[in-house]
């Protein structure tokens, strides 16, 4: 577990757990976009967004519209994971 720095007593954190690598990547105003060539891979990435997006929440973050973790099966069969 990681140490989140700040003013008071230090608050522990679950340890960070990195997104696979994606095919591509968008980044927008208030989420990102990764596309993945598997299912399995949207689906690990889908989790760590779900876990990003409740701890961004939980700071009093919105997101809007968009659904962190969502998951869109595309045209050409690439998966893309909406992310915080």
Known sequence: MGTIEGRG???Q???I?????PLSLEV??????????T???AK???EIARNDA?????MGFDFGYLIPSSI???EDHTYTVVCP
């Open 9 to 11: 007593a230090p608050q």
């Open 39 to 41: 299912l399995n891979e």
């Open 17 to 21: 757990m990195d997104y696979p690598k």
């Open 72 to 74: 869109r099966k595309n």
């Open 44 to 46: 690990q990435a889908a």
């Open 28 to 37: 927008g105003c208030k989420v990102s976009w990764r596309t993945y060539s």
């Open 54 to 58: 409740e701890e961004a929440e939980a």
């Open 13 to 15: 954190r679950e340890k």
